[in-house]
Nanobody
């Protein structure tokens, strides 16, 4: 059974930091590409950050220089360090796992991040 479980969300003031975690189970984590998506009220889900199986990273322009995605293959966990948070970063952050070799695609339930001004 595949599970992606996010944690670390919460309420923070603008300028603050949060660290999100996504623990994966039921799959071969080391060969998966991982991503963090954001679902803001009234907006489409957008890709915030991604990391390949080899550790290459990519970020949405809106978070470049503020967010850092990383992975710990020994712990089957991907992280999102979010610094200098802004009210527009508010949303549900959802973890995604993709396997290129077969196209399998899995999603977590999400964790709420609220940034107050």
């Amino acid at each position: 059974q595949v599970q992606l479980v996010e944690s670390g969300g919460g309420l923070v003031q603008a300028g603050g930091s949060l660290r999100l975690s996504c623990a994966a189970s039921g799959t071969t984590f080391i060969i998966a590409a991982m991503g963090w998506y954001r679902q803001a009220p009234g907006k489409q889900r957008e890709l915030v950050a991604a990391i390949t199986r080899r550790g290459s990273t990519d970020y949405a322009d809106s978070v470049k220089g503020r967010f850092i995605i990383s992975r710990d293959n020994a712990k089957n966990t991907v992280y999102l360090q979010m610094n200098s948070l802004k009210p527009e970063d508010t949303g549900v952050y959802v973890c995604n796992q993709v396997f290129q070799y077969n196209g399998a695609d899995y999603w977590g339930q999400g964790t709420q991040v609220t940034v107050s001004s």
